[in-house]
């Protein structure tokens, strides 16, 4: 008679703070019991030898996402999952992108219809949210967190997308009064609109523009902005796909005086630079994302961040575009460069990529590598400690890697619907061998074993650092009573 569904023997396990040597047993989808010598499982895997880490988080992806320009992206939740599962993620945290004029409300019912027949790991949603107006942020905001969608998204730059600083200090009240995250794509719409023209104006529309134009200070003069929003509203605020120095050590000041201000970066910002925006043709538009990536010593500075704190999060930006005419080209093959859609694919390569080039080369460690991978995103959103960890009563999603494997990364061994991928011939070392999915062997020996819509819905809690601290400016002090109460 088998006590566990499933158990794992001889598991070499790393965690975010721990590491240990012993059995997993996994009962309805979760870890019943860690320990040396447990009881037989129906099914048993002797991973002696294996790495034993907590399934990846990717919280920053594009699935199924028409962009501004009514580009949708090349992957529906099927593709984008599998792809997902494939390289190492039991978790995908894509975005319900409002329009302008969009409710809410319908907005977040069509990404849930779009993901529930068709995704094969379990889903949680931020939104994004571009039209905070009254009925969205004081009606259809408190009720979709009640439903679990308790981090949303605000861009400070692209024409259809922006708020202005007005518009973001009432989506950060509304959040903190409601327990909510923001996430901030924090670049400044001016500056990136001057450079543009100029750069048009004297003829230059190769994609290799598109990186002059998205300048560095773009970017952190809209973080540190953004940060002092925050600050003004003692409200959590995470600056996503940070690209470059400036940024970061925006974020970092912030942080050493105390502020709850959270930074991701990503695999483009690690392994890419602006010269492969300069490749032959028309061949830069893959490379062409917002931030874009920049040079070898923003890469340093970028590695030096996942070391020291800055970033908490490590997510792929997966905003997979394809190099044709319904895409990346779709104004054709010489397209200026403010015509090409933004963004890269990452889903299935962030875990290998951060693996090899991060652990195997010594830059950062294991636990630091399952803080930014999975935990802190799984704590930032609200998914702690059901996902994110092995831990008893957590779910069952992890993954036995081979980390001897030496991997040299083609697009055909990719799962995505994309077409190419930004990292096509660089070698790695050590894969996810065998990915579990609360318990189910999703991929094993190189094959999907999951059927379309086997994946869940996660409803999200208040992010545990969206409990105010009470630490208000003295301008906002309800004691003055001036007649404005912040929340
Ligand atoms: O270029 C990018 N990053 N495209 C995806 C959308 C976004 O802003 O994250
Ligand atoms: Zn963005
Ligand atoms: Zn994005």
Request: glycine share 10%; hydrophobic share 40%; with cysteine.
């Amino acid at each position: 008679m088998s006590e566990f569904d499933l158990v794992i023997r001889n598991a070499d396990i790393a965690t975010a703070s721990d590491r240990m040597r012993c059995d997993i047993g996994v009962a309805d989808g979760r870890i019943a019991a860690l320990g040396v010598g447990l009881g037989p499982g129906a099914r048993e895997i002797d991973a002696e030898g294996k790495l034993v880490l907590p399934g990846g988080i990717d919280s920053h992806c594009h699935i199924d996402q028409p962009s501004s320009d009514g580009v949708v992206t090349a992957d529906d939740f099927y593709s984008g999952t599998v792809s997902a599962a494939f390289g190492g993620t039991t978790t995908v945290i894509p975005f319900a992108a409002q329009m302008k004029g969009d409710s809410l409300r319908d907005v977040v019912a069509a990404y849930h219809d779009a993901a529930g027949p068709k995704a094969v790991i379990d889903y949680a949603f931020h939104l994004i949210l571009t039209d905070p107006t009254p009925e969205a942020m004081g009606q259809e905001l408190p009720a979709l967190i009640e439903d679990g969608v308790t981090s949303l998204k605000v861009y400070m730059t692209y024409d259809a997308l922006k708020i202005d600083d007005r518009q973001m200090l009432t989506v950060l009240s509304e959040a903190r009064r409601l327990g909510a995250m923001t996430m901030v794509h924090a670049e400044n719409h001016d500056v990136i609109g001057w450079l543009t023209d100029k750069l048009l104006e004297g003829g230059l529309r190769a994609p290799k523009y598109h990186a002059v134009a998205h300048a560095r200070i773009a970017e952190s003069e809209a973080a540190s902005r953004a940060i002092q929003l925050a600050r003004l509203m003692d409200a959590p605020m995470l600056i996503v796909h940070v690209s470059a120095e400036e940024a970061a050590s925006a974020i970092k000041d912030a942080q050493v005086k105390g502020l709850k201000i959270y930074g991701e970066t990503c695999p483009q910002y690690l392994f890419l630079t602006a010269d492969d925006l300069d490749r032959d043709g028309m061949d830069g538009a893959k490379f062409c994302c917002s931030p874009p990536p920049r040079d070898v010593a923003g890469q340093e500075a970028i590695w030096r961040g996942l070391k020291n704190g800055t970033f908490q999060v490590f997510s792929s930006d997966h905003a997979p575009y394809k190099f044709d005419e319904t895409a990346k080209l779709k104004y054709g093959p010489a397209s200026p460069f403010t015509k090409i859609a933004n963004g890269v694919p990452g889903l299935e390569l962030r875990l290998p990529l951060l693996f090899s080039e991060g652990v195997g080369k010594g830059r950062i460690d294991i636990h630091e590598f399952v803080a930014l991978t999975a935990t802190n995103a799984a704590k930032l959103y609200g998914l702690f400690p059901r996902k994110g960890t092995i831990a008893v009563g957590a779910d069952a999603d992890f993954v036995i890697w081979d980390t001897d494997r030496d991997v040299t990364v083609t697009y055909d061994m990719l799962h995505d619907a994309v077409g190419y991928t930004p990292y096509e011939g660089r070698r790695l070392k050590g894969w996810p061998e065998t990915v579990f999915s609360r318990g189910r062997a999703v991929v094993e020996n190189g094959v999907l074993n999951a059927e379309r819509g086997s994946g869940a819905f996660l409803p999200c809690d208040r992010p545990e650092p969206a409990r105010p601290t009470g630490d208000l400016q003295p301008e906002m002090d309800p004691a003055r009573n001036w007649g404005f109460t912040p929340h």
